[in-house]
């Protein structure tokens, strides 16, 4: 069952503690330049050994790992064993001290020392009588602030605007994906469903631009409101050569623009700060920034790029809600509705041509005229090959025991014969590494306890039909409703079933079911194995209200 799923390295990133992934990641902060350079001098080598607390001799090993890697940062760690320094993560409460204290008494203008702030994380840790967590600890959760907001808390505005660059604005970018900015937004259209063209309501649209070139990176269109999922989807679409993509949605165009980005420049929104974002980007060596609050300019460019793709939708769309009422004054936007999801999603794909090949007006010159003479300057970005290894670091992680059954996750239960090894020593290992894709959890993903591999685990009961998160949470709260204080996984399918019935009966009728049932259809998708490709849908099937059996997870919907 694992044969074709995606390795994450060979030193179970994913399992490390967070004290470890701290060290694994400043390593890599100081080793991935010197890995660049032809030949790295013994001065260099003892200004990086004397940053890590390591020899020269050492430093050299990095290097060598780093340049034979695959650019990934677990090239740097070494062979994992079964316990020792790095086993181990502080507690939450211990946790909570550090933040506490490091936003009272660290980031002040006092600016206090590392020991004199230590000795106070220390004090308030035995007086709860909590473990003190090392001096090198508190350490990495310092290094691990943002420079730009400890040097103006410390030091005051005009010290901090050597990091921010001139006028108070972000160093200027010069590369093409040296930063990329990502957003969401709700689309002003009314969109239809696809067997009957009623109403199902507006969709969301992710979309991911180059600051340097201005291009289109990548965008994401959904019925579901933002997510890490719909960010982890966003970045495949920007990694990812897009060719098989625009096969599947039979539009004839160029769109070369992608690679792996260097740096995200985020807004503070949730799904931009989870954990599976943070740990998916530090593992694939993408650093993460967020825009200081109260500041929209840092944000300017992908916002004008959504406002441009709106004023488009209300130029040219029938169905077009505009920006507000005022706006929309007359315009009946219900009646006008006649497009699809996947028109939509075509029509805008189309409309990311266009904006390419035309002048734009900061440049001076078509964006995709400014991507070629960078490439042809600094060369061609590597892409990602495999998007769904890719995807699946970025999917939301779960954490359970394995128990003589397989996991039980949210009441369902997952098995597979490959859980076996593991089931019998249960008693000794951790709590396992588990990814989902939310649209569809009749699988997930375990990292085994070596930290090697990915393995696909299906429901134990493999007749139930492949659902939804949403959907599962639905029934869910239905049957807390009707008084089950327990509840069984035959039960939560039995009330998914009567559901889809409801859904079936009243599509028709009401423009909420109608937008369930498309939600649901997304499960359906018929895609080759390792394309972005979006989903074909099959009306005949549709009609029957019947779900096709669950498909692999390369297999179902990736765009």
């Avoid at 799923?5 to 004290?19: K, M, N, Q, Y």
């Avoid at 019925?223 to 098989?244: I, Q, T, W």
Wanted: with cysteine; hydrophobic share 40%; net charge positive.
């Amino acid at each position: 069952m694992a044969t074709d799923t995606p390795r994450i390295s060979e030193h179970g990133v994913a399992t490390l503690s967070d004290e470890a992934w701290e060290q694994a990641r400043h390593q890599m902060e100081i080793i991935r330049p010197l890995a660049s350079l032809e030949v790295v001098g013994h001065q260099a080598a003892d200004v990086a050994a004397q940053a890590l607390g390591v020899s020269r001799r050492q430093i050299y090993v990095l290097i060598r790992r780093a340049q034979q890697g695959s650019g990934l940062m677990t090239d740097l760690l070494p062979s994992q064993s079964g316990g020792g320094k790095g086993k181990g993560r502080l507690p939450e409460s211990v946790e909570n001290i550090i933040r506490e204290l490091l936003q009272k008494r660290f980031l002040t203008k006092q600016k206090r020392s590392l020991s004199a702030f230590h000795r106070e994380v220390a004090q308030a840790c035995k007086t709860q009588k909590l473990r003190v967590p090392a001096r090198n600890t508190v350490a990495l959760r310092i290094a691990n602030l943002d420079p730009l907001k400890t040097t103006r808390s410390r030091e005051g505005e005009d010290a901090s605007r050597d990091l921010q660059g001139v006028g108070g604005v972000p160093p200027s970018i010069t590369l093409p994906l040296e930063q990329i900015q990502i957003d969401h937004t709700v689309i002003d259209l009314i969109v239809v469903d696809e067997r009957d063209r009623q109403l199902i309501g507006r969709p969301y649209l992710t979309i991911a631009i180059d600051v340097f070139t201005r291009c289109v990176l990548g965008m994401v269109i959904t019925l579901e409101a933002p997510s890490a999922v719909s960010v982890g989807l966003c970045l495949v679409h920007v990694a990812c050569d897009k060719r098989p993509w625009l096969e599947g949605l039979k539009v004839e165009m160029g769109w070369p623009m992608s690679g792996k980005p260097k740096l995200l420049y985020l807004d503070n929104a949730a799904e931009f700060k989870s954990e599976a974002l943070r740990r998916g980007c530090e593992q694939h060596g993408i650093q993460l920034d967020y825009r200081p609050p109260g500041q929209p300019h840092y944000g300017g460019i992908v916002e004008r790029i959504i406002g441009t793709a709106m004023q488009m939708i209300h130029d040219e769309l029938p169905g077009t809600t505009f920006s507000n009422p005022r706006q929309r004054g007359e315009y009946d936007s219900e009646n006008k509705a006649v497009l699809t999801l996947r028109e939509l999603e075509r029509w805008l794909t189309l409309a990311v041509g266009t904006y390419h090949g035309s002048v734009h007006n900061g440049l001076l010159q078509p964006p995709a005229a400014r991507w070629i003479e960078a490439v042809a300057r600094v060369g061609v970005p590597a892409i990602v090959t495999h998007a769904t290894a890719f995807l699946v670091d970025f999917l939301p992680i779960i954490r359970r025991t394995l128990t003589r059954t397989g996991f039980v996750i949210d009441h369902i239960h997952y098995y597979a014969d490959a859980l076996k090894p593991w089931i019998a020593r249960r008693d000794r290992l951790p709590a396992f590494l588990i990814r989902r894709d939310p649209r569809d959890i009749s699988r997930v993903w375990v990292l085994e306890p070596e930290g090697q591999h990915y393995l696909e685990i299906p429901y134990r009961t493999l007749s139930h039909p492949a659902v939804t998160l949403w959907e599962q949470r639905q029934a869910l709260e239905k049957l807390r409703q009707q008084g089950r204080e327990q509840v069984d996984e035959s039960a939560l399918f039995r009330m998914i079933g009567q559901m889809r019935e409801i859904v079936t009966t009243a599509q028709k009728a009401t423009r909420k079911a109608r937008r369930d049932a498309e939600r649901r259809l997304h499960i359906k998708a018929s895609v080759s194995p390792g394309k972005l490709t979006p989903p074909e849908t099959d009306v005949a099937d549709r009609q029957t209200g019947n779900l096709l059996a669950a498909k692999p997870f390369d297999q179902i919907e990736e765009w």
